[in-house]
């Protein structure tokens, strides 16, 4: 056997809500094949901090394990994404994971996503279809669409994009680029269609669409690589649509 | 439900930023470079100019009023933005942080030339050979050459940027690929009116 190696994390801890973040070193024995996942589960079993001493360990979120559930989102090595998914001989150490502070944070890497479900429920980002009577089959659609709904159904609600957006912060409204996709999602079911103009007037309220400034991060740090911005600019000429013709018909 | 006043007022930041006042810029730019034919051609070009019936209310709605509707709604989405190049340094962020920086910029300049050029023509009565002559001086003093040469790429910048940005804005370049090809020609665009520009600036100051 070799001579053990370290790994060094560099976290950004936050006890409470309101408390001041700091950071804490720790240096973990090193086995093959880790995720930042099973580090913070290496100091659950031993927190003990870089300094020596016994501190309370890390407190974070996660599910799936397989970058599906979008729980454990957080910021390494000054990206947003998931730790589930970011490999420990794939980043350059030390490794330094803080919380996504575009949300508040409850503790240390927990934060509160909940503005983003918020969001949904605004946009109505939902098919309704009401009744327990049989409604007969829906209406075909082509698989060139499908395809292209598929892409945007693969978003697991993880707040990188958020993270990711100059335009998201303490004094923009801007709900998120995540929730334009979905509108456009529903948007584009032949059934959900049937709603759309309702969903596109949320979009276009308070801290929608417009809020967006064409940095395109969202896109580039989407995990599952949603074409963000596509629909951004979709949902832009819908808008403008929508908007004309609300106007005209006045 | 939610009111929709800041899409209109940012959509109608996108739109006055195109017509008028980009109309404006593209005018303006093409007026200028009659210097470089010499003053006359310049003092003819600006006496034409001046010969356009109520230009002092045309003036005022359809350049003074959106450009100060622009600058000012501008000044409010620049400074909501949290910059973070430095973890996404991708080319578009990059542009985002240059459109905002441009902007301010040239909202300064824009207003200091205002004053030192139109304002000055309406205070003094200047005719435009006086106008041709002041903008001489301007120009050969180096500071002020160095200063309209910035003030001048910011702006272009701006335009050009911003019309990459009008387009998906307003729906028109929707794919990635159409808008890297757009990206090629406003590229394009910003070269061709700062080369136009620049000349203009060194044909004023090889007169002094």
Known sequence: MSEQRTIRLIVTRQDDPDSRPYQEEFRIPYRQNMNVISAFMEIQRNPVNAAGEKVRPIQWESNCLEEVCGACSMVINGRPRQACSALIDKLEQPIRISPMNTFPVIRDLIVDRGRMFDALKRVKAWIPIDGSHDLGPGPRQSQEESDWRYELSKCMTCGVCLQACPNVNNSSDFMGPFIVGQVNLFNAHPTGALNKDERTSALIGEGGLQECGNSQNCVQACPKGIPLTTSIAIMNRESTRFVLKKWLSF | ?208
């Open chain 2, 1 to 208: 439900m939610s009111t929709q006043r800041s899409f209109f007022n940012r959509r109608l930041h996108s739109l006055l930023g195109v017509i008028p006042v980009g109309f404006f810029l593209i005018e303006h730019l093409y007026t200028n470079y009659h210097i470089t034919g010499g003053k006359e051609s310049f003092v003819e070009s600006v006496n034409w100019l001046w010969g356009i019936p109520i230009l002092l209310v045309l003036e005022v709605l359809f350049i003074f009023l959106p450009l100060m509707y622009h600058g000012i709604y501008g000044l409010y989405i620049a400074f909501r933005a949290d910059n973070n190049v430095s973890q996404f340094g991708t080319f578009r962020n990059i542009m985002f942080m240059l459109q905002r920086v441009t902007g301010v910029i040239t909202l300064i300049f824009v207003l200091w030339h205002i004053w030192q050029t139109r304002v000055q023509v309406a205070i003094y009565g200047w005719t435009s050979t006086q106008l041709a002559d002041q903008t001489v001086a301007i120009m050969s003093n180096n500071i002020w050459l160095i200063v309209y040469m910035v003030g001048l790429l910011c702006a272009v910048f701006h335009f050009c940027n911003g019309m990459w940005s009008f387009l998906v804005s307003w729906g028109v370049t929707v794919g990635p690929r159409s808008q890297t090809i757009s990206t090629y020609i406003w590229g394009a665009v910003f070269v061709a009116m700062s080369f136009v520009g620049i000349r203009t600036i060194l044909a004023f100051a090889s007169l002094g």
